[in-house]
Nanobody, 127 residues
Framework: QVQLVESGGGLVQPGDSLRLSCAAS????????IGWFRQAPGKEREGVSC????????FHTDSVKGRFTISRDNAKNTIYLQMNSLKPEDTAVYYC????????????????????WGQGTQVTVSS
């Protein structure tokens, strides 16, 4: 059974850091690109960061460049999203997703590219 389980969310203050984890099971993580998406109340789900399977190339949406880092540990079947210098506008439910299509560039921020999704973890940035 394919499963993605996010963890690591929580309530933090502006400027703080969080590391989200996405534990994968039921499939070979090496073969899949992984994306992190987020959805704030009343807003559409947006792509945040993604990392390709073949070469580990990563992409980040403009609003998080320089603050977020995505990484993968295939041996542990886990993907991480390190989030630094958090802002209130980063508040959202964060989802990880897996894609066999290994999208490139802005394509990795398209929901349709992804086959499997986690249930999400809440991140709240507030003073």
């Amino acid at each position: 059974q394919v499963q993605l389980v996010e963890s690591g969310g929580g309530l933090v203050q502006p400027g703080d850091s969080l590391r989200l984890s996405c534990a994968a099971s039921g499939f070979t993580l090496d073969d899949y690109a992984i994306g992190w998406f987020r959805q704030a109340p009343g807003k559409e789900r947006e792509g945040v960061s993604c990392i390709r399977s073949s070469d580990g190339t990563s992409f980040h949406t403009d609003s998080v460049k320089g603050r977020f880092t995505i990484s993968r540990d295939n041996a542990k079947n886990t993907i991480y999203l390190q989030m630094n210098s958090l802002k209130p506008e980063d508040t959202a439910v964060y989802y990880c997703a897996a894609s066999i299509y290994n999208p490139w560039g802005s394509s990795c921020f398209r929901h349709i590219a992804y086959d499997y999704w986690g249930q999400g973890t809440q991140v709240t940035v507030s003073s």
